[in-house]
Each structure stands twice: as structure tokens, then as C-alpha cells.
Nanobody, 118 residues
């Protein structure tokens, strides 16, 4: 069974840091883009950051300079290092990956809660 499993969420004070991890497992023949989205209460899911298979990154304006996305292709893992966290970063963070499982298909993790207290 192909799945994405996130870890690393939690409660942190404003100004603190957290590192999210997401591992893709199962019968996977290739991985294209990977990324992170988030959804705050009462809001739509929004893109946070993406990284291509060759390492090119892109970020939402709201997190530029504070968050860093990276990936380890040997481990089928994507990371999100979050620094200088703000209360408005509070959300459920979802991992995303485009995986080749016979055909290319988009997969999502179950989500991990990040709560930033003021």
C-alpha cells in the first residue's frame, strides 16, 4: 500500500522552530514533485512549499525566509524546517507527492497539527 506518513508537528511558542518530515512508502517507481500544504481552521488549504525532483524549490510569500523545504531522494522523504514561527502559522500541515505507481498519481498524507502559541 502506497502512503505518505508525516511526523514532527506539535505545540511551540511564537519564534520557535519545528521540523516536519514525510516519508513515502510502498511500491513506488518514481517521485516527481513533493511539497507541503496547510489548512487553518475555517480557511482553504494553501500551498506552503514545493520541491521538484531536481531540487528546485518554491514558497508561499508568507513563509519565505522562515521555512525551508528539502528532500532526500534516497529515503523518499521530504522535510519542512520551520523557523520564526508565528501564531498565524497554526494549521494542519499536509504532505503531498506525485508518485509513479504504474501511472503517475497524486498522494496526500494524513496531516499533522502545528500549533503556535503567542
Amino acid at each position: 500500500q502506497v502512503q505518505l506518513v508525516e511526523s514532527g508537528g506539535g505545540l511551540v511558542q511564537a519564534g520557535g522552530s519545528l521540523r516536519l518530515s514525510c516519508i513515502a512508502s510502498g511500491r513506488i517507481f518514481g517521485i516527481s514533485a513533493m511539497g507541503w500544504y496547510r489548512q487553518a481552521p475555517g480557511k482553504q488549504r494553501e500551498l506552503v512549499a514545493t520541491v521538484s525532483s531536481d531540487g528546485r524549490t518554491s514558497y508561499a510569500d508568507s513563509v519565505k525566509g522562515r521555512f525551508t523545504i528539502s528532500r532526500d531522494n534516497a529515503k523518499n522523504t521530504v522535510y519542512l524546517q520551520m523557523n520564526s514561527l508565528k501564531p498565524e502559522d497554526t494549521a494542519v500541515f499536509y504532505c503531498y507527492a506525485r508518485l509513479q505507481v504504474g501511472v503517475w498519481h497524486d498522494y496526500w498524507g494524513q496531516g499533522t497539527q502545528v500549533t503556535v502559541s503567542s
